[in-house]
């Protein structure tokens, strides 16, 4: 079939929320990834902004703990990994935390819109909390 009937001429790209709190589902399986600038492990977490038609997906980023960070800098990678995991429900016991399990989550998140140099105004995650 070379035809769709299909009328997009009223599609909207998506855009980001404002500044608020809202809750978001992991999409996909957060990814352990390596920053080619500093080489640096971080975890790579796409969220969706649920009952927001129109919003764009949520991407963040939660640095690791790694080498040549200060331990301070490395106990808020910690903190912020926790608070994540803690928001999820995305267990923690004895040091293992299965991503795996992660997809499909729902926690809130406290957003706020920033404009990016590459890719203009998109969402970022300042906290995340537990779904009530």
Sequence with gaps: ???LNIDVSEV???SPVPDGEYPVRILGVPEVKQSGATGQNYI???LEVV???GAQDVYDIIMLPAEGQTPESNE???LRLKR???AFAIG???GQIDLASAEGLDAIAILSVEND???GERNRVRRYRTAM
Excluded: L
């Design 1 to 3: 079939m070379s035809i």
């Design 12 to 14: 909207k790209e998506p």
């Design 44 to 46: 790579s977490v796409r």
């Design 51 to 53: 009952g927001e038609v």
């Design 76 to 78: 808020k990678r910690k």
């Design 84 to 86: 994540f995991c803690d």
């Design 92 to 94: 923690y016991e004895g």
């Design 117 to 119: 140099p590459e890719y």
